[in-house]
């Protein structure tokens, strides 16, 4: 268990509508980071933020948008839900963005869009 | 473009060694990492080369050779639950945006 929660674990929707996921990071860890992973790819890079503020984005589609909140924890909201959506969904939390730093994964939201 | 090239199986005999190579095309890069994801698991942190060279943590040792665009993780002693997928990825220095290779899937025979 890495400390980092995700909700939900599972979500199931239909083409066109909304859905939110939700990332507590580990106590002390102010860096937040949003992966989208594929069947079969690898981990895309969506977007990071830091205390609160964005600090580096990805290839996240403009029907994508995430936000972190002042008690640290980050929500990625995803629109207009396409077939091609379908995936896991990790968050991943460090100290503070440091380079080295290891990243604490969550163990995913799987959306699965209809 | 920035990509990290993993070859995308490897396997290897329990008790044996394994490197997993990973080579990059990108215009700069703070350093490279590697990490560790079972099926239906997150991934997990292994290592982290910010300078050339070798690192080594137990089992696994990361390498690190920036002149030759290249790294690799070497892991010794091969186990059964070594078998799993291992990604290579760096932050981009001019950018911050992080890049991970598409994933080594390791099986380990007995």
């Known amino acids: 268990d890495s400390g980092v929660t995700q909700t939900p674990k599972h979500l199931i929707t239909a083409t066109g509508q909304r859905v939110t996921l939700r990332c507590s990071p580990r106590s002390g860890d102010l860096s937040v980071y949003w992966y989208q992973q594929s069947l079969d790819q690898g981990l895309q890079f969506l977007i990071h933020y830091y205390n609160g503020e964005e600090r580096a984005k990805g290839n996240i589609l403009e029907r994508f948008s995430a936000q972190q909140f002042p008690d640290l924890h980050s929500e990625l909201n995803l629109s207009s839900l396409e077939l091609g959506d379908s995936a896991l969904y990790f968050c991943?939390?460090?100290?503070?963005?440091?380079?080295?730093?290891?990243?604490?994964f969550g163990p995913g939201t799987r959306l699965t869009v209809l | 473009g920035q990509s990290l090239e993993q070859p995308s199986e490897v396997t290897a005999v329990e008790g044996a060694i394994v490197q997993i190579n990973c080579t990059y095309q990108t215009s700069g890069f703070y350093g490279l990492s590697w990490y560790q994801q079972h099926d239906g698991g997150a991934p997990t942190f292994l290592s982290y080369?910010?300078?050339?060279g070798l690192e080594e943590t137990g089992r696994f040792s990361s390498f690190l050779s920036r002149s030759d665009s290249y790294g690799y993780l070497l892991l010794q002693e091969l186990q059964m639950k070594d078998s799993a997928s291992y990604f290579c990825a760096v932050r981009g220095s001019r950018d911050d945006k992080i890049i991970f290779g598409k994933g080594t899937r390791l099986h380990i025979l007995p």
């Open positions: 080369n910010g300078l050339d």
């Open positions: 991943a939390t460090d100290q503070d963005g440091g380079l080295g730093n290891e990243q604490f």
